[in-house]
């Protein structure tokens, strides 16, 4: 027997990575080419930096190259469940999962799938892995959530694009994060946001998303607290997802009544440091909420194990989780910090006029084939061009 809100089987997350593009732009010059004030996007968006898609990267590539900076021999060979959450997959039919398991060189006795439901996909791929690994104990789960998010130039939306991928493995005894078997969910048919099968930009009900988003939450944390005992003072930090960086605190200063002020002082000294690499990178959909997590577990030095986060995805449309996770003993050992901080130190900036070019530059949709230069793109796995509708991958590494 476990008390109400226990974590009574030690399943979580053993290892997370993640991947962005090389090129990015500075949100003063894009507000000063917008004619906006730039603290509206530094202050009242909260962005400092916006990853810029190549042509030569899309979901798929995105989400192998987060993968690759993680993944070990022992990992390809025990990985036989591959969820991929995605919103800006690459194909109706085939699962994007199929073609990362190829490129990683995973064992072929694995499940591949695509799960789709806007930003929450990689909490599912993360909730039906918890399901599987309880299962099957020795088995190890690859969670992708990968995503180049679009609203078109000059738009609302343009201050909250982004692209990346999140690869984290599930596994059982993880050595990063152990999740709670409590979690409270929430689904509502909105129309806050959306992109259908003909557009390949996001529409989007900008105003109406935040109050969604922020009743989700409340909505699905007082389920929480009456599912278990927990409250405020349990948590020393919680992450979000960020489509832009005040939006997780929009949300949680909601919930500031409950506590003290040494709570109020603590969830908001940690949120700071879940919402640096966000910032510098933008809305990666899928993969916002674990980048948070990153964000958060890399940069701030006061966390120990043993510590409660609290854990708050949404995804438009719209589906909401609250969970929890608590940090293991070594988890500080199991990050791939080095990695990350190479990642952000060797990317570029490129002006307006180019991100503007990059964004115009896409695949073509009428069926003809076309050949791309992919030695200036650093990315190890990379689309080298579409061939009779199919799309060209190379793992560099091959
Ligand atoms: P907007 O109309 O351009 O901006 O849209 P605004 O006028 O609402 O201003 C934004 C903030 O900047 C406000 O702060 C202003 O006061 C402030 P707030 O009242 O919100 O605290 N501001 C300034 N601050 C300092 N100095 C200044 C200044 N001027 C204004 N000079 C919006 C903003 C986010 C709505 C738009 O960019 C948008 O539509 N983005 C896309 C939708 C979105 O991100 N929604 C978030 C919730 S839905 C979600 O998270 C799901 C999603 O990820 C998709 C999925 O699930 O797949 C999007």
Not at 99 to 109: A, E
Not at 125 to 150: M, N, Y
Not at 223 to 232: A, E, N, P, R, V
């Amino acid at each position: 027997m476990t008390n109400k809100g226990e974590i009574n089987l030690n399943i979580g997350i053993d290892k997370i990575g993640f991947y962005t593009p090389h090129t990015f732009i500075d949100m003063v010059k894009l507000a000063e080419a917008r004619g906006v004030d730039p603290a509206k996007y530094t202050i009242g968006i909260g962005q400092e930096k916006m990853a810029v898609s190549p042509v030569t990267q899309d979901a798929v590539t995105l989400a192998a190259n987060a993968a690759l900076r993680i993944l070990d021999e022992e990992d390809l060979e025990k990985i036989d469940l591959v969820v991929f959450g995605t919103e800006s997959g690459i194909d109706s039919s085939k699962a994007a999962a199929v073609y990362v398991h190829d490129l990683l060189g995973i064992q072929s006795r694995a499940r591949s799938i695509e799960i789709k439901q806007a930003c929450y996909g990689a909490t599912a791929g993360i909730q039906l892995a918890k399901g599987h690994i309880a299962l099957h104990p020795e088995s190890r789960v690859l969670v992708l959530g990968s995503d180049i998010s679009r609203y078109g130039l000059n738009t609302p939306g343009e201050v909250t694009q982004g692209a990346g991928a999140v690869a984290m493995v599930i596994s059982a005894d993880p050595r990063i994060l152990s999740l709670g078997d409590q979690s409270a969910y929430l689904t509502n048919d909105v129309m806050d946001f959306w992109r259908p099968t003909y557009s390949d930009t996001a529409y989007v009900d900008g105003k109406f998303s935040n109050e969604q988003y922020i009743s989700f939450f409340l909505n699905t944390w007082k389920q929480f607290k009456s599912q278990t005992d927990l409250s405020i003072k349990d948590f020393e930090a919680m992450c979000f997802h960020l489509p832009y960086t005040k939006m997780g605190m929009k949300a949680m200063r909601e919930i500031f009544v409950e506590g003290t002020s040494e709570d109020e002082e603590r969830l908001t000294r940690h949120y700071k440091n879940s919402t640096l690499y966000n910032k510098t990178v933008g809305n990666i959909y899928t993969g916002s909420l674990y980048l948070s997590l990153i964000s958060l577990l890399e940069q701030d030095e006061t966390l120990k194990p043993g510590d409660r986060i609290g854990l708050f995805s949404y995804g438009s449309g719209a589906v909401g989780e609250f969970f929890t996770g608590i940090l293991q003993p070594e988890y500080k050992e199991a990050l791939a910090e080095a990695e990350h901080a190479k990642l952000f130190a060797e990317r570029e900036e490129v002006s307006i006029e180019e991100y503007e070019e990059i964004f115009s530059e896409v695949l073509p949709v009428d069926g003809s084939n076309l050949q791309l230069t992919i030695e200036n793109d650093p990315a190890m796995i990379c689309v080298a061009g579409i061939e009779e509708h199919k799309r060209i991958y190379v793992n560099k590494n091959r």
